[in-house]
T-cell receptor
Framework: KQEVTQIPAALSVPEGENLVLNCSFT??????LQWFRQDPGKGLTSLLL?????REQTSGRLNASLDKSSGRSTLYIAASQPGDSATYLC????????????FGKGTKLSVKP | SQTIHQWPATLVQPVGSPLSLECTVE??????LYWYRQAAGRGLQLLFY??????ISSEVPQNLSASRPQDRQFILSSKKLLLSDSGFYLC???????????FGQGTRLTVV
């Protein structure tokens, strides 16, 4: 059974700092991995999608990497801003394109001005 | 562009009352549709998914049911709510054959 773990559960950093959020999964036979952002009381916003054949994806100040064999992904945020404060969720998709997303519990990020 | 609408945003219902949450997607055809629940301190749990009209798969036994009466409409229902049904319910969609998932804004359900 696939399990997704995100460490740390919470993180507080000063503005401008570069930071890394971690995601690990127990079954390396994933179809893809997706990072989401969730603001309090809101839905999920998709940030980056990495297919199983890819090593990384970049969007602006965000860079996500995937090491499928070791069951790990990282989300790197450069030059963090207070507006980056949110909960970041990692999800893996098993079983092909129709497979379901299995989520971690998230990392709650707080960027202090 | 595609959009997903989910309503209501918040709902307070008494125990034993019925429930109907609606989700619609615009700008795409034959999407895969999903209902998730997010409970405090826990990850998102997949409740139901649908790959087509009238096709519903349930991931966990529960007091809830889902229906897909139209291609881009997904409804989450209950005949009698329990206190344990409280939570944050999220609808999501992805294109058939594509794998990026997009989520609605969620419904905060409180059963009292």
């Amino acid at each position: 059974k696939q399990e997704v773990t995100q460490i740390p559960a919470a993180l507080s950093v000063p503005e401008g700092e570069n930071l890394v959020l971690n995601c690990s999964f127990t079954d390396s036979a994933i179809y893809n991995l997706q990072w989401f952002r969730q603001d309090p009381g809101k839905g999920l916003t998709s940030l980056l999608l990495i297919q199983s054949s890819q090593r990384e994806q970049t969007s602006g100040r965000l860079n996500a990497s995937l090491d499928k064999s070791s069951g790990r992904s990282t989300l790197y945020i450069a030059a963090s801003q207070p507006g980056d404060s949110a909960t970041y969720l990692c999800a893996v998709r098993n079983g092909g394109s129709q497979g379901n997303l299995i989520f971690g519990k998230g990392t709650k990020l707080s960027v202090k001005p | 562009s595609q959009t997903i609408h989910q309503w209501p945003a918040t709902l307070v219902q008494p125990v034993g009352s019925p429930l109907s949450l609606e989700c619609t997607v615009e700008g795409t055809s034959n999407p895969n549709l999903y209902w998730y629940r997010q409970a405090a301190g826990r990850g998102l749990q997949l409740l139901f998914y649908s790959v087509g009209i009238g096709q519903i798969s349930s991931e966990v036994p529960q007091n809830l049911s889902a229906s897909r009466p139209q291609d881009r409409q997904f409804i989450l229902s209950s005949k009698k709510l329990l206190l344990s049904d409280s939570g944050f319910y999220l609808c999501a969609w992805s294109e058939a054959g594509h794998t990026q998932a997009f989520f609605g804004q969620g419904t905060r359900l409180t059963v009292v």
